[in-house]
């Protein structure tokens, strides 16, 4: 304790606020669409409250301007030019070292009558790197969600699965008046908070906090909208009751209830559904659950990976809904955020419950190829599954003053996971002979906790970009999971069953995880443009696997079977640091560095009482530049190496026979793979005549890729083991340019894509090299007409092809072509007909001769009540042709599956929608 309290009192040292009582703002001042510096625009700060002239200056030849010994506080800038259009912002000069404001653009007046945007140039604004929209020039209809307005603003789209992008970049955060709600899942703001609460709409580039805090910007950014709500909307109580019933059966009911108090918001949601359609966000909405972590966790900043998912073979769910099978969901959570004390300190908190059963069949048909021949697997799958979770994050922050602070965020979540999985298949040969069949049947019971928390302490050093902070970041997992495996595994010659393989066993499976990272951080101006940034840490990563089969003796699983259990340890320590270099001018800026980390990686297989060590370097360079033609148009480059370590579960020596007929061995062996990742970024906006483009490319190359050596006997057995490989690599591209045609009301747009992959593995002993593919294009639009109608189309043609080089003389290719219309009829008397469609055509290939072509459709009529149209009631057909097949096709090594499923079909449904609302009186503000 005594020394808890000294490392507080040190800390709290260090953040006494300095004396001065000023500040100066800088900056500069330039027309971006002529790509000229403006000398003498007039630059004047004037205070809120009744817009007394505080300071004054003129921008010099290069158009660059200081307002200097300007008293600590809140503040209007105003740039004005002759012939252009006034600029005006908030600047907050609060912090003793200075405020350095980005380049500020300015628009000839000229150009702004010239431009097609509703009611005037107060439409749209930019503000440095930030576009802000008016939302109420932009009309909706009564009832209208966010998403429906953003779909009306230039350069955001809105596909029907709810993901945003906006000028050619995909929206990874909505925040609401700055604060995160409901952490990252964005569609309960865009499908929940109505368009007339909301105010502005801001796109901007969130930096890092890092990059925040020292003002040196790390490259590292997040395409961001921040939705600002109307002062009367700030304070009351709104949300939205669905409840709907359907026939076969299906339900959907939904609630969303928000408290808003000044700064406070208080919200909480629930919902009851088995239509596979709602309680998602983007990120999810095709794995219709909540992920702790994910499946696999790639640390890039310890270059640690670990699998965070099921920790055996016999487990195959991750816990989510893809799509596949029958989902029926339970789920709900509740939001609390706050600020007080001048922003001082701020809280932000979430919690989440979810149910989840999904049961339902799929058939998968594979073709396996080898060096001389190949072979055939089909196989059916029967399951029954169901996952309880518990998830809880939140995070505190408190700023002693404007150059210090500490921030503590925390997260956890339990599952509780049962599954029931039945499996039967048959393994033919080239001509069509059986080789093997199986029946097997897997059952389990699981529980995982998982438990992360960060510290981070930042504390700003007096000159401008000089910083230190220190960053202690702890992640726990604990992963148990017990089961059983039977097995009926028949093997044949001549059509003629030679043999019979049995297994009846108890699986008793158990892996824990603890990581500790501790970074310092320091940042040193070599001059107002470059800095240098340097870092030291130490990172702890233990792993235990203890993995136990038990066969049968006597009626109760009691014989241990050594051949399928073992006990591991493995633990990673590792020494890492760096330096980089930093250059940022207007409109260049430029960065690379390097960290070195040397990790020492201890294994013990506690079973057979062996032990071994071994050292590596690890490398973690990176370099980016990017060029700013303008403010709203940017060229980027950028490179990152980073070393990933094994997982456990690659590394432990033991032989899984969860699936007798795909054994997979651990390699005690295994090195740190090196993945060398390349991006390509160019992007340019034009607001004021709603067109741009933009193209993005990356590249990674993998020098000893973990990948497998598989060995295939004559029975159809496969044998694999991770080996490390040379000469994998993959690529991705995509582009787009959109327009909007006045004379037509038309916002048309053209994308292209292109991702490939040249994979390596190990055949019988002889290296493959899979080349594949896929190879995209397509036009859509959009248009609409207030109060009569709003369409929308998207069509694609991708072309796929894949090669294995150990039998080149068989090759996969084929068409797909999809098309998804969407779109709203507004009727009289307050009716309105809804229909968007998703319609799947691909081409038979030599290996399969069914196309399983679909056509799915989803109509709605409904009509709106009482007073702002607040009420909704509609009927609506899911799947109105009965068409919807569950398909897809995959290319992986040197196997080529083809995959259909049990998946939701037509059915029926009525639904009445509320949205409420009551704005209250706003609260004092908080001390």
Known sequence: MPKLTVLLSCLLLLSVPALAQYSHISGSVADTMEKRSMANASILLLRPADSILIAHTRTDASGAFLLKKIPTGHYLLLVTYPSYADYVD???????????LPAIPMVLKSKLLEAVVVQGNRAVRIKGDTTEFTADSFRTEAGASVEDLLKKLPGIQVDRNGKITAQGETVKKILVDGEEFFGDDPTLVTQNL???????????????DQAT?????????????????????????????????????????QLMANYFQNKEKLAAYGIISNTGKTGLNWSERDNYGQSIAGNI???????????????DDLDTWSGQYGGQGYPAVKTGGAHFNNKWDDDMQSVNGNYKYMDLAVKGSNTTNTENILPDTFYFNNQQQTFNNRIIRHTIDGNYELKFDTTSSIKIMADGGTDHKTTFNQFTSDYLAADSSLVNSSNRTTSTTGDKRVVNSNFLWRKKLGRPGRTISLNVRENYTDDASSGYLNSDTRFYQGGIMSSDSLIDQYKDFHTTTTLLDTKATYTEPLSRTSFLVGNYGVVVNNSHSDRNSFNQSNGKYTALDSLYSNDYQYNVFMHRGGLAYTLIKKKLRLSAGADLGFANFRQRDLVADTSTTRKFVNWYPTAAISYAFSS?????????GVTTQPSVTQIQPILTNEDPLNVYIGNPALKPQFENNLRLFYNDWKVLTQSGMYAEMSASFTPNFISTSS?????????????NVNGTYNYNGSGNYSWFWKKLNLHPWFGVTANGSNSVNIVNGIP?????????FGPGFWTSKEKKFDFNMDVGFAYTTSRSSINSGVTTHYWTYTFSPNGNLYLPLKFQLHADAEISLRQKTSVFDNNNNVVKIDVWFGKKFLKHDNLLVKVAVNDLLNQNIGFNRTVNSNFISQNTYSTIRRFGMLSVVWNFNKAGTPAQKNN
């Open 632 to 640: 709203m148009s940017r060229l980027s480059i950028s490179y990152q």
């Open 194 to 208: 109505r368009a007339d609460m909301i105010d502005k709409v801001q796109v901007y580039d969130k930096k890092s």
């Open 90 to 100: 908030e600047v907050d000069a609060k912090d003793t070292a200075g405020v350095l």
């Open 711 to 723: 060995t295939l006997d004559a029975a159809g057995k496969r044998t694999n083991q991770y080996v």
């Open 768 to 776: 493959n090299t899979t080349t594949s593919g896929t190879y995209g």
């Open 297 to 311: 966790d790639v640390d890039e900043t310890t270059g640690s990976m670990s699998w965070t998912g099921s920790n």
């Open 213 to 253: 805090f020292t003002g040196i910007d790390d490259g590292q950014r997040e395409k961001t909208i921040n939705l600002k709500l109307k002062n009367g909307k700030k304070n009351g109580y709104f949300g939205r009751v669905t409840a709907s019933a359907g026939t076969d059966g299906y339900y959907d009911e």
